[in-house]
């Protein structure tokens, strides 16, 4: 997927001016904040919660070699398979070669952001391999020709005649000739279609919420069922999984799940919560003959033990841009890659570099809300802060940024130089608000002026007045 | 430092004024003396104050943002308190001034010492002080922004609504999403001022939709943002520092307001 995350400017003055994407978005807002604190204000033990797992969080990442090897034994044992992929290209060829290994046609998927991450599908239908996406969001997305705009609602974007638009356009083939707008026609609609991809799938690709090193499990919430049909049907499963997925025991799966599911949609359990382990037994009734885990790195065993190994807990439960005010105006496709909001623009520099998503960690007024919200009590501010400073150092921020960082240093390391210009700019902007007391258009300072007036100054600085009343004491 | 005896001395406070009160809007520094004064405190203005450094601390400028800490931390530390009235600067200084000093132990010590006795303006006032009624009245109905440092690192939420509750005449009413950032952001307004000015358009519905007659907050640079977006949609709604309704100096004209004489009557 092609990378604009540097255009993000433009590409979120675009969002502001999307009509239909600004009606989508109100959806958003009157729904996911209000779901999550009525959920949480029925569990008096939340914050308790956060802590354990933080903890726990920070335990596996500080023994993550460990885990991952206590994973793998596991996965062996219950006779699947392991594969380790250092980046999204080694990812994407082991997806394939297993595809190939079974003259693989056509690949059902559950939603998963590794998936994106690795630019799967591009890559399996540049191979003529066709990859279904089975997540109703993520299917209607997939006929769009789009990518997800949110990390567990990757369709937020659209509005419902939106989607009547996309069925009505790619459903005829399958009977369904005529114009649906109504829900629960629209859904039938896609339910029907996909039953008969599920049918005729050769593998089924899922991602993983959880690894459960203890069992060798992998485990996935879904709240619509298509996540076990398309693991159980085909005759391979294979799971995406990144490494920081590792969690020791099933019962620590139980305590992340009760945070992961609040945060998120705000509901105390998923429709499903679905556990995997291995390939289908001769007792089992159903599921796949083989079993795959890839476990991608892709600059992630770098984080650990340095100033972002903090992200590395995130769950990915989208409570931070569902409480992110930015967010919240434009949207997730103006962040220009894969993980949008808040954690995207802690994540996004780490995965594609920092010379290639340099806006996105400054587009933050750092109000909190991210890391107030963040069940895993990740430091969102406090690391985008860290981006900026790498941004600094590597001498990447805007000329006029840094002109103007250091000209403003620079009296302000002169407290005496600093009082005079303070006076003069109080003096100069006094005159130019005139009799009004604010300023409409203002030479330099057109970002304030286009949008808002600027209040003069009262008269004489804080410290000029001071100063006459008292005579400095310092 | 103060000690406590039967004739306990004055606590001895170093105002921080901000660099945004020093040049927009002196009134509020001499309501947070005004203030502290009438609490019992002594305060004096150091001199040599500029900036916290916080514009070079979020622009990933470590090095002049720690320089600047160091001037702050040299011309206060002697100081029982460090009072400043913005829960931005004050912070920066109590809670992003001792991380700013890792790897440097001395400093750090001395980051730390300073940041254990700084506090924003209104929870100095009644968290430490212990100032449960102001002396003020103020015949306006009011709504209150909770600004987002104040909010959410200095845990600045009940105590302006106490304060507010004791002053004569005043009628609080709260708007929706109160704690929902402004866009100001600093920098981030003039960096993504069409991001910026969504944000503040829907700060200034939410305000105009509480119909209160004056707009009150703790940090001047939310209250620019959000008067000067008022004011642009031509709101008449009057938008001031909660110092100065707290200190009942309020006469001056309200932030972006004419001067007296043809200010619209109230």
Redesign the interface.
């Known amino acids: 997927m092609q990378v604009t995350s540097q255009t993000f400017k433009s590409n979120a003055g675009a969002a502001l001016r999307d009509a239909a994407l600004q009606r989508a978005l109100k959806n958003l807002k009157a729904g996911f904040p209000g779901k999550r604190a009525a959920a949480i204000a029925k569990l008096p033990e939340f914050d308790q919660l956060r802590a354990a797992g933080r903890d726990l969080k920070n335990h596996v990442l500080e023994h993550l070699d460990f885990y991952l090897e206590r994973f793998e034994a596991k996965v062996i044992e219950q006779g699947g398979q392991v594969h380790w992929a250092r980046d999204a290209a080694e990812a994407r060829q082991i997806v394939l070669d297993i595809c190939r290994s079974v003259a693989a046609r056509r690949v059902t998927k559950g939603k998963s952001m590794i998936s994106e991450e690795i630019g799967l599908n591009e890559f399996l239908e540049a191979h003529g391999i066709q990859p279904v996406e089975t997540d109703l969001g993520e299917y209607i997305i997939q006929l769009r020709h789009e990518h997800p705009s949110h990390i567990i609602a990757p369709a937020i974007h659209l509005n419902r005649d939106q989607v009547a638009d996309a069925f009505h356009a790619h459903h005829g083939p399958y009977g369904f000739t005529e114009r649906n707008e109504e829900p629960r026609a629209l859904m039938n609609e896609a339910r029907q279609v996909l039953r008969q991809q599920f049918l005729s799938a050769d593998v089924g690709i899922t991602g993983a919420n959880f690894c459960v090193a203890e069992t060798g499990a992998t485990v996935i919430v879904t709240n619509e069922g298509n996540g076990d049909l398309t693991q159980i049907l085909p005759r391979v499963h294979i799971i995406l999984a990144s490494i920081e997925k590792m969690v020791p025991t099933l019962e620590d799966v139980g305590a992340l799940l009760r945070l992961l599911t609040r945060s998120a949609t705000g509901q105390e359990i998923t429709v499903y919560t679905t556990f995997s382990s291995g390939p289908r037994r001769p007792e089992d009734l159903d599921g796949p003959e083989q079993f795959h885990v890839v476990l991608l790195d892709n600059g992630r065993s770098g984080m650990v033990g340095g100033e972002f190994q903090d992200m590395l807990r995130c769950i990915r439960c989208s409570a931070c841009m569902n409480h992110c005010p930015v967010y919240g105006a434009i949207g997730g496709h103006a962040y220009g890659w894969v993980y949008p909001g808040p954690m995207g623009s802690v994540l996004t520099p780490q995965l594609i570099g920092i010379d290639a998503a340099s806006q996105l960690p400054n587009a933050s007024t750092f109000c909190g809300r991210c890391e107030e919200v963040c069940p895993m009590h990740i430091p969102l501010p406090k690391m985008m802060r860290h981006w900026r400073e790498r941004e600094f150092e590597q001498h990447l921020s805007p000329a006029g940024v840094r002109f103007g960082l250091s000209a403003w240093a620079f009296f302000a390391k002169r407290p005496k130089l600093y009082r005079i210009a303070a006076g003069f700019g109080a003096w100069l902007l006094r005159r130019l608000g005139g009799r009004k007391g604010r300023i409409k258009h203002l030479p330099l300072a057109g970002g304030w002026t286009a949008w808002r007036d600027l209040p003069a100054p009262q008269g004489q600085t804080f410290q000029q007045q001071w100063a006459a009343q008292r005579g400095a004491r310092s | 430092m103060s000690e406590t005896s039967s004739c306990s001395p004055k606590p001895r406070v170093g105002l921080f004024?901000t660099?945004l009160?020093?040049?927009?809007?002196?009134?509020v520094?001499?309501a947070a003396v005004k203030l502290l004064e009438d609490a019992g405190c002594a305060v004096?203005?150091?001199?040599?104050?500029?900036?916290c450094?916080q514009?070079?601390?979020?622009?990933?400028?470590?090095a002049?943002a720690r320089?600047?800490a160091r001037?702050v931390i040299a011309?206060f530390e002697d100081f029982d308190y460090v009072v400043a009235p913005s829960g931005s600067c004050g912070g920066i200084i109590k809670r992003h001034y001792p991380p700013l000093f890792d790897g440097d132990p001395a400093w750090q010590a001395r980051a730390e010492r300073l940041s254990a006795k700084t506090y924003e303006l209104v929870s100095f006032l009644t968290d430490v002080l212990g100032v449960e009624r102001v002396i003020a009245r103020y015949p306006d109905t009011v709504t209150y922004h909770d600004s987002?440092?104040g909010l959410?690192?200095l845990g600045i939420k009940s105590q302006p609504r106490r304060l507010l509750a004791t002053v004569a005449d005043l009628d609080l009413r709260e708007m929706a999403e109160s704690?929902?950032?402004c866009?100001?952001?600093?920098?981030?307004?003039?960096?993504?001022?069409?991001?910026?000015?969504?944000?503040?358009s829907?700060k200034a519905a939410h305000i105009q939709a509480s119909e209160a007659g004056t707009l009150l907050a703790g940090d001047l640079g939310c209250l620019?943002?959000m008067?000067?977006?008022l004011?642009?949609e031509g709101a008449a709604i009057r938008?001031r520092h909660i110092a100065e309704v707290l200190a009942g100096m309020a006469d001056?004209?309200a932030?972006?307001?004419?001067?007296r004489g043809?200010a619209p009557c109230k």
């Not at chain 2, 514009?55 to 470590?62: C, F, V």
């Not at chain 2, 932030?255 to 001067?259: S, V």
């Open positions: 004024v660099c009160v020093d040049v927009f809007r002196p009134t520094g001499f004096e203005v150091p001199a040599a104050q500029t900036c450094g514009p070079a601390y979020n622009s990933g400028d470590r002049d320089d600047l001037r011309a987002c440092s959410r690192e704690e929902v950032c866009g100001f952001g600093g920098a981030f307004c003039v960096k993504y001022p069409e991001l910026s000015n969504r944000m503040v829907e620019l943002n008067a000067g977006k004011q642009r938008v001056a004209p932030i972006g307001e004419p001067d043809d």
